[in-house]
């Protein structure tokens, strides 16, 4: 490993290319933000370590940010990098990456590690591992932190943990809160991509089947509206009473974990908490139940308790463990309890991402002005960051926006008039 980069093979490099820019064609916001950052380079001198997922998507944001005069390292925010594109990073575009598929725990920290060795003024951060690396084994570095940026649903569950105990040093701006980002990447991208994720890794029809989501946040709604799409039966779990009764009003049934397990042919964790599905519910299920998850982190799963459990272990295709019960149920565990969609398919599509990372790109170019007047807390995207957003969207898909009469305006803004 050294400061360039630690990637499995130089030679993927090329194929990484290629499907980089087949990205680029769906990511326009982000396009219109690269050629700015190319004429007035904002983030001149400054650095960025970010930890995220290492897909073609999130090169293009490395390239945006680079095009702002950034300098740049990147390691993956878990096992799940596309090695051809961590390589077109490094040997293509001279952006120090750090994410080999696979790469185990601590090949892991070691690369966030090195991002760190940067000593970056930002940090841009897709689950808060890197965050807290730097708060708990790197406070050398912190210092020359002034803000940073959080992706997920999840990572900002922990950095609010962080910033009640008063560990959090330094702003971070909550990505994942902006409408542009959770209404469509959580929703429409993990609701797709889980999807396609279930489907490469085991080609079963959807139809007729019952299938199971547990947890009714954006991604829980993607699942489940994708997967009725495609014919599925779709039952929901949900702990909170007002998710569980937009589930039952949206036409899913709603029912506790214990029940759901007997009556799935397929599940999928998107709950963002630990062990959702435990052994007790792993009993339960039927034979040949399909057990997947979704949420950010490989917790939702049990799967030491069922490893212990499991008379036999083995992979039946790719993506595909078989784990026999005692009494010969079997149950097949996808992507070994990691995103599946990124396990077995390639994320969320770019089109997606491209407000996704628009934030962020966005995102780090307000903290650059703005990080001196917040304090070390969670904030979220500006309302008028998150419309431009929607505005450029909707102008690169060439929708047009209806626009008030003075009447409706004087309307809207006097309190008189009723009936
Ligand atoms: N998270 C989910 N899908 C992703 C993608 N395509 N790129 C980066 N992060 C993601």
Request: charge should be neutral.
């Amino acid at each position: 490993m050294n400061a360039q980069g630690h990637v499995k093979d130089p030679k993927l490099a090329e194929a990484g290319v290629n499907r980089i820019e087949w990205a680029e064609r769906e990511m326009p916001v982000l396009r219109q933000i690269r050629a700015r950052f190319e004429r007035e380079r904002p983030l001149r001198g400054k650095k960025i370590a970010a930890c995220l997922h290492v897909t073609t998507e999130t090169a293009n944001l490395m390239l945006t940010l680079k095009a702002g005069g950034a300098e740049i390292a990147l390691c993956a925010s878990n096992p799940l990098s596309t090695d051809d594109v961590a390589s077109a990073l490094v040997h293509r575009y001279g952006i120090a990456t750090f994410a080999i598929k696979g790469e185990d725990p601590e090949t892991y920290y070691q690369h966030i590690g090195a991002t760190i060795d940067i000593h970056p003024q930002f940090t841009m951060d897709d689950g808060a591992d890197l965050v807290t690396v730097l708060h708990t084994k790197r406070g050398d570095a912190i210092q020359h932190v002034i803000a940073g940026t959080e992706e997920t649903t999840t990572g900002i569950i922990r950095l609010r943990s962080m910033a009640r105990e008063g560990a959090l040093k330094y702003p971070i701006l909550a990505v994942n809160d902006a409408k542009t980002k959770h209404l469509f990447d959580n929703r429409y991208g993990t609701g797709q991509s889980t999807i396609d994720g279930i489907l490469r890794a085991t080609n079963r029809l959807l139809a007729g089947s019952a299938f199971v989501v547990l947890g009714y946040g954006w991604c829980g709604r993607g699942v489940a509206s994708r997967a009725r799409g495609l014919g599925a039966h779709v039952i929901v779990t949900e702990v909170d009473p007002l998710p569980a009764l937009e589930a039952v009003m949206d036409g899913f049934r709603v029912m506790p974990a214990p029940e759901a397990v007997k009556q799935g042919d397929i599940f999928v964790t998107v709950t963002g908490n630990i062990h959702v599905l435990g052994l007790e519910h792993f009993r339960s299920m039927k034979d040949g139940a399909i057990v997947s998850n979704s949420g950010h982190f490989n917790v939702e799963l049990d799967l030491d308790a069922l490893r212990k459990e499991a008379k036999s272990v083995r992979t039946v295709r790719p993506f595909v463990e078989e784990y026999t019960l005692p009494g010969g149920k079997r149950i097949f565990i996808l992507g070994e309890g990691r995103l599946i969609n990124l396990a077995a398919a390639e994320g969320h599509p770019a089109s997606v991402m491209d407000m996704s990372f628009a934030n962020q790109a966005l995102g780090v170019e307000y903290l650059l002005t703005h990080a001196k007047e917040l304090k070390a807390n969670v904030y979220p995207i500006p309302v008028a960051l998150d419309q431009e957003i929607a505005r450029l969207k909707l102008e690169a898909l060439g929708v047009r926006l209806d626009t008030l009469t003075p009447e409706q305006i004087a309307y809207l803004a006097s309190w008189q008039q009723g009936t």
